[in-house]
């Protein structure tokens, strides 16, 4: 199949503008609970007249300060109940919040705020606030800087107390759907970040076509209230559009600023989400995290033999949906009910305990570890999309859920695979264009197409497989292509590999930089009953040299020979993104790795 479309199931907004949620559900429904902020360590319910109150009280703040109808303003902070108080109040007045990364560096920031002209930004902290003052003598236009964690929101909402309700509602009621809502920053993989142009229409659109078609997800079993918590960058296009998504859906909302397990499990723990929208990388976590306890507790076996179980059940449940099996047998629906109550249930524990529905995209997702957690009662709605198309454009729907896939369009899109294999895309969620108009504009909007540089495949019934990237494939000195992603995705699915970069552009073969996952490995050796070595010797490490060569060979049986691992180098650090090497989003920047590890790449060569 070269094409793929579904037709919409939402029509496009003809009024108004995405701060105008906030104020309708307060006249609704003023006492229903749509956010939950963490104060001192506990969780707080805050209703929907209280979060209206908030907002205007923010937006009346912001106009006293200067800001205006059209002006852009810089958001530079982690994921907090702040962030989102920000984002509606400056839709509220026609004004612009452009995401910067928390983690930014100096001219990372300094290009995000120039390259948008905006008039003012937001730091969380004092860390941040240095590192805009760093490169303020080139933002000649940036007259504000207000900072969270100095009382900035208290001494707006104080500077707005002489602005009448009245001028917000005016300036409210002048935003109109085509009305741009935001500009967010590419990731910059390949090159400079480029300003996304999202309007609201563009936002809404996304929002209300993933409410209607995923129902399930968005809406709570009886007797139960629907909550997520979003620990995903608001920075990032998917952290936002789960913000918009939630709050037009009337969805509880909470923020975990820290991604880290040891910070985000006690806090799925205590709120508790009925649903989580995260990547693949949460998913691993959790998994890993199970699997070592029942390693450290000697129930391995019995683990092990759950997976296989709720991995057979799934795929049995999937040949069904797709007419193609009975289903789960009646041994092995009894064998799945006894491993629910010993290991699916305190998976589902882990996760909050509310858990059925979660959904997954950013990177690609292993087939079996989406079958592990069907099985295991959580379904994961794989999908895929860029900064250009608000978040999503393909997703598995509800019920024909095809693991390995990242589903088919969403409602009132279209998918095209181009001769050479590119995914084209088409919909009133996908971007109009970027900021300024960079020459590159004209290369990925093709006649209403947005040519996504990423490669794929549609199947017979119409699901996406994303196969790597235009820009990534590897082409050896034999002539070879090789996209590097499947492969990388299978050596990095090991408990002890971290992260997998393969290497080999103009080279005889294909190699592979490899980090190590240390937690991981400090389980490892202590089931080994082995003291803890420093990085540096883990890496020389024959026994744990022996382990990944294992993994590396397993990944290989699943490529020709041309195209896998011959030879891998263990690097005793991360790429992180502080060195460069990942956006933050946490994709590989394939070209500054190769450059940081230059003679590390040479040597994987010299025979």
């Known amino acids: ?18 701060a105008d949620a906030v104020f309708h559900y307060a006249r ?19 209703t929907s007249a209280q979060l209206c109150a908030q907002v205007l009280e923010l937006a009346k703040g912001l106009l006293a300060q200067g800001i205006r109808f059209g002006d852009r303003v810089g958001i530079m902070a982690r994921t907090r109940y702040e962030w989102t108080l920000f984002d509606f109040a400056l839709w509220a007045v026609g004004a612009q919040p452009v995401p910067v990364y928390p983690t930014a560096a100096a001219d990372q920031a300094y290009w995000i705020l120039f390259d948008s002209g905006c008039t003012a930004v937001v730091v969380e902290d004092e860390n941040q ?51 741009v809502a935001t500009v967010i920053y590419t990731s910059g993989t390949t090159g400079r970040p480029k300003g996304c142009v999202l309007t609201h229409a563009n936002f809404m659109y996304e929002a209300d076509t993933l409410v209607t078609r995923w129902e399930s997800v968005f809406r709570a079993k009886s007797g139960e209230e629907p909550s997520t918590l979003l620990f995903l960058p608001l920075a990032h296009v998917f952290g936002r559009m789960v913000e918009v998504a939630a709050i037009r859906s009337r969805v509880k909302l909470g923020h975990q600023p820290v991604l880290a397990a040891a910070e985000l499990m006690p806090d ?14 949460v998913f691993e976590k959790v998994f890993a995290a199970a699997r070592r306890k029942a390693e450290a507790e000697g129930r391995t076996g019995p683990f092990d033999r759950a997976v296989e179980t709720a991995v057979r059940y799934a795929e049995a449940r999937e040949q069904k949906a797709f007419g193609s099996g009975p289903g ?24 909050g305990g509310r858990i059925r529905y979660a959904m997954s995209g950013g990177s690609a997702m292993s087939r079996r570890l989406g079958l592990f957690f069907d099985g295991a009662g959580v379904t994961v709605f794989e999908g895929y999309g860029l900064t250009e198309s608000c978040a999503a454009a393909t997703a598995n729907p509800p019920g024909a859920t095809k693991y390995g896939t990242v589903g088919h369009p969403i409602p009132g899109t279209s998918v095209h695979i181009a001769d050479d294999g590119e995914v084209w895309l088409s919909g009133a969620h996908v971007f109009s264009g970027y900021l300024n108009d960079p020459p590159s504009s004209g290369a990925v909007l093709r006649g209403g ?48 590999v971290s992260q997998c970069v393969l290497v080999g ?34 890496v020389r490490d024959e026994d744990l040299m022996a382990e990944v060569r294992r993994a590396v060979v397993t990944a290989n049986t699943r490529v020709s020979q041309a195209e896998s691992i011959r030879t891998f180098r ?28 230059e003679q590390e790449v040479a040597a994987l060569y010299q025979r």
């Open 268 to 281: 799925l723990a205590a709120f508790r989400p009925t649903f989580v929208l995260g990547v693949p990388y």
């Open 449 to 496: 197409w947005l040519a996504t540089g990423d490669l794929g495949r549609l199947d017979a019934d119409g699901y996406l497989t994303i196969t790597g990237r235009k820009k990534e494939i590897l082409v050896t000195s034999n002539g070879k292509s090789v996209s590097p992603t499947v492969l990388e995705e299978r050596v990095r699915a090991h408990p002890l």
């Open 1 to 18: 199949m070269r094409e793929m479309t579904v037709p919409p199931v939402v029509t496009a907004a003809p009024v108004g503008g995405l």
């Open 570 to 597: 263990l690097l005793p650090e991360q790429f992180s993104e502080e060195r460069g090497l990942l956006t933050p989003s946490l994709k590989l920047k394939r070209r500054a790795i190769e450059a940081a590890y």
């Open 328 to 351: 789960p047998s009646a041994a092995l629906r009894m064998e799945h009910q006894l491993f629910d109550k010993l290991v699916y249930g305190k998976v589902r524990e882990a996760l």
């Open 129 to 179: 606030a240095m590192t805009v003052g760093s490169v303020i003598e080139g933002l000649p236009q940036l007259r504000r800087l207000w900072q969270l964690d100095a009382g900035a929101l208290d001494q707006l909402v104080a500077d707005g107390r002489g602005v009448s309700d009245d001028v917000v509602h005016r300036h409210r009621g002048a935003v109109t759907p085509d009305a």
């Open 28 to 46: 609704e429904d003023p006492d229903r609970v749509v956010l939950g902020r963490k104060t001192d360590g506990v969780w707080q319910d805050v």
């Open 505 to 538: 552009n103009d080279r005889p073969y294909i190699a592979a930089l490899l980090t190590l996952d240390m937690e991981g490995v400090a389980h490892w050796l202590a089931m080994r009953g082995r003291p803890q070595l420093p990085p540096i010797e883990l």
